[in-house]
């Protein structure tokens, strides 16, 4: 046995959930090869970890960092949190592609010289990244290949190619079926077509994970179809960012809890994953009812342009509905919607304030000035304050509730600091251990670290991560338990996380002394591989 770096003298947090044990982290290559006291190594690289914790390197269940990755390999944002793992594929995946798809995209990021989201992972990979790649196959991206962007059932025909594709990526290794039931198209699929798909995820032991149907008025509905589809297809089913939204809801978690295990205590695999903030970010054009979008965007411009639709959808966004989710409701309406426009757009003036405060200064009704944001800035961000600090403690309390940020990586200075984001795009994990470990004794440490490396790397398939043990891979994280935090707020986020020391992926320093070495040894991650 040769050794090639060793973490000398911390506290190791293996990833079980037990209590810590002071040890040396041996590592040859990109393996661990022994975690034991006082270990015997001369001559090769240490990392000095006296008085700190190693863990396994933190897997974040949910991000969308493949273009901000794509542009910017260091994912400095997740970084400094310690997270050695990425996971994308809410809703839309990069790949596979139609050309409706494709044009959605690329405005965004860059040039799609792909077809499917191997060959992406691939890209990532070659290009070189500081953290490990995986990916679900999104529902969007097979809706899309299957009807479009139409209100209407798959075919027979367009059901079994739509399946052919994701039997394929499967085979290639994703992580299984990402759905986000909110928006359109995605919103059209109906249980039967969904648990259809699932069944294909089954036979490659995947996993489905969804935004689900609703987090608000019918969340409890949306549990219980999460549940139905992970039954009936007999696949693993996992809640994205569970939380309820609305005031009104709140109540709803403690039901929601009770129904996953009791479902969980029948033997069924059902988990969760969370973020530890009490507002959501997703378009401002979310606000508008999923009919309203049905065609695409130039559709949804065409009904704004004319008199009577525009009515028609005024009145929808404040209308409360049994059919779609309606988030300016859940907020509160306009005083609870905070703008997030793009820094070079038309929108630019409003960046931070609420959308009664953009209104206000207008002159403007705020539902109006909704719809001439999104005639402005089709794209535009906002964040929805809809959520409750006990509710998700409530949430965050159970040993199946794993942690993802919901957003890309950025660094703090420019070009990327100009981006519009929300905190947890630079506190998610820091927020876990500083708030919630240290400062409020909700979890233990040996279990927050649980729940953010074994549990997700279980329950996704990635093999040989997220345990410090013999035999397994060297992504580490090195932290100071009295000082690691989140810095980042909803005013200024563009703040890095404080207190990880050393941070290694795939046996190479990624993070050393707090300051990154500039190594990128990020890999493609396969699922069962």
């Not at 040039?111 to 992406?120: A, I, K, N, T």
């Not at 695999?269 to 979008?293: C, K, N, R």
């Not at 000082?483 to 046996?507: C, K, L, W």
Request: glycine share 12%; charged share 20%; hydrophobic share 40%.
């Amino acid at each position: 046995m040769t050794t090639t770096l060793v973490i000398r003298g911390g506290t190791v947090h293996d990833g079980s959930g037990g209590p810590g044990r002071v040890a040396d982290v041996l590592v040859d290559g990109d393996r661990i090869t022994a975690v034991s006291p006082g270990v015997d190594a001369h001559d090769v690289p240490v990392l000095d970890a006296t008085g700190l914790v190693v863990a396994p390197g933190f897997v974040n269940v949910l991000s969308h960092a493949y273009f901000t990755l794509e542009k910017d390999g260091r994912g400095l944002s997740d970084l400094y949190q310690g997270v050695t793992t990425q996971v994308f594929g809410e809703g839309t995946s990069i790949g596979p592609f139609t050309p409706e798809v494709r044009a959605e995209l690329e405005p965004g990021g860059p040039p799609l010289v792909w077809e499917r989201l191997s060959e992406f992972l691939a890209h990532l990979e070659g290009k070189g990244v500081v953290q490990n790649v995986a990916s679900f196959v999104g529902a969007h991206n097979l809706r899309m290949i299957g009807a479009g962007s139409d209100d209407r059932p798959m075919t027979a025909p367009e059901l079994s190619r739509v399946r052919g594709v994701l039997d394929e990526e499967m085979t290639d290794g994703a992580l299984g079926l990402g759905s986000a039931l909110i928006y359109p198209p995605g919103c059209f699929a109906s249980t039967d077509e969904l648990v259809a798909l699932c069944e294909v995820v089954a036979r490659h032991d995947g996993t489905y994970i969804s935004h689900m149907r609703s987090e608000g008025d019918h969340f409890l509905d949306a549990v219980d179809e999460l549940i139905e589809i992970g039954r009936r297809a007999g696949v693993h089913a996992e809640i994205y960012h569970l939380k309820a939204a609305g005031r009104h809801n709140w109540p709803k978690m403690a039901q929601a809890v009770e129904r996953v295990e009791a479902a969980r205590s029948a033997g069924q695999p059902v988990t969760a994953d969370v973020y530890p903030y009490l507002a959501g970010q997703t378009q401002l054009g979310a606000s508008i009812p999923p009919d309203f979008h049905e065609g695409g965007h130039q559709a949804l411009a065409a009904r704004l342009a004319d008199p009577a639709e525009r009515a028609r959808i005024r009145e929808a966004v404040t209308t409360p509905s049994e059919r779609w989710e309606n988030l300016y409701l859940a907020a509160g309406g306009a005083s609870g919607v905070m703008l997030l426009p793009d820094p070079n757009g038309p929108a630019a003036k409003y960046r931070g304030l609420s959308l009664r405060q953009a209104a206000d200064g207008n002159g403007t009704d705020p539902v109006e000035m909704l719809l001439e944001l999104v005639e402005q800035e089709p794209a535009l961000n906002s964040m929805y304050f809809m959520m409750d600090e006990e509710v998700l403690r409530t949430a965050l309390r159970n040993p199946w509730v794993s942690v993802g940020s919901d957003a890309p990586t950025f660094a703090t200075e420019a070009p990327y600091a100009d981006g519009p984001t929300h905190p947890r795009a630079y506190g998610t994990f820091a927020r876990i251990l500083g708030r919630y470990v240290r400062e409020q004794s909700l979890l233990t440490l040996g279990e927050a670290v649980r729940r953010m490396t074994s549990l997700p790397a279980g329950n996704l398939g990635l093999r040989d991560r997220g345990l410090l043990a013999p035999g397994n891979y060297a992504d580490i994280v090195v932290f100071d338990p009295d000082t690691v935090g989140d810095q980042a707020t909803y005013e200024e986020p563009h703040q890095y996380a404080t207190g990880v020391r050393h941070v290694v992926v795939n046996g190479r320093t990624a993070l050393a002394d707090g300051v990154p070495t500039g190594h990128l040894p990020g890999r493609a991650l396969r699922r069962g591989r």
